[in-house]
């Protein structure tokens, strides 16, 4: 049987199931988006090996998610969806051709105004980290989320909704939190909680190049 190049099991039996992988290759965490692989460089360290590819939403494999508009559930089949596109391109369905984003069309006033008619400003900040294994392995999710609110924008204005999310039992938003601070509460820190003591539990075994 032919295996796929990035990855094969120690042994096919049921048994040998649960020993541990072996990942030819370093973890490859997809984004455009150099904010969050600055978290996420630095929320990991040096605990799980990943290199990041960056393809911007614009490629003609990935399909966008308005991620406001969707359910949890939605989110997950999107962002599934995307790893396996990214990772083994096919034509894109046109079901899930691009749409414009939420908060570039409102802005953060816009979303504030949004929510003036109401007196819940509640909201939670959600991550979602999707691992692919390989093609014949359904991908596994790992979902973080922190509560808070929305509130009009505080502090520097350089990484999307940050400057108008305050989590809960915190007096600053996001964008005025130090980042540390940010990184020990966030929905992407929770997130990779996650995906760590995964990895540290299915004990992958590593022979990449690198
Ligand atoms: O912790 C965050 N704090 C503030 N804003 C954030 C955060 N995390 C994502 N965002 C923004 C970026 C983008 O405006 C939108 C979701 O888009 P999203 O698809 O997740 O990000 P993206 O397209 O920039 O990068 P990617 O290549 O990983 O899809 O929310
Ligand atoms: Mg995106």
Not at 169 to 180: H, I, L, R, S, V
Request: proline fraction near 8%; charge should be positive.
């Amino acid at each position: 049987m032919r295996q796929y190049p990035s990855l094969h099991r120690s042994s096919s039996t049921g048994e040998a199931d649960k020993m541990p992988m072996v990942l030819l290759r370093p973890v490859t965490f997809v984004t455009g988006n150099a904010k969050k692989l600055e978290e996420v460089r630095s929320i990991l360290g040096q605990s799980i090996p990943f290199q990041s590819l960056k393809l911007d939403r614009n490629h003609p494999f990935i399909p966008s998610l308005v991620s406001s508009s969707v359910s949890n559930f939605d989110s997950e089949k999107c962002l599934n969806y995307k790893v396996n596109q990214k990772r083994y391109p096919r034509k894109r369905p046109d079901r899930l051709q691009s749409r414009k984003w939420f908060l570039q069309k409102t802005g953060h006033e816009g979303l504030n105004n949004l929510l003036k008619a109401y007196e819940d400003k509640s909201a939670y900040a959600m991550c979602i980290f999707s691992l692919s294994l390989g093609p014949s392995n359904e991908p596994i999710t790992f979902v973080g989320k922190t509560q808070g609110k929305i509130v009009p924008p505080r502090g520097p204005n350089d990484f999307g909704w940050d400057p108008i999310f305050q989590p809960d039992g915190y007096e600053q938003t996001y964008a005025e939190m130090p980042k540390e601070e940010k990184n020990k509460i966030s929905h992407r820190s929770k997130a990779l909680a996650l995906v760590k003591s995964h990895f540290a539990s299915a004990s992958y075994i590593f022979e990449t190049d690198a």
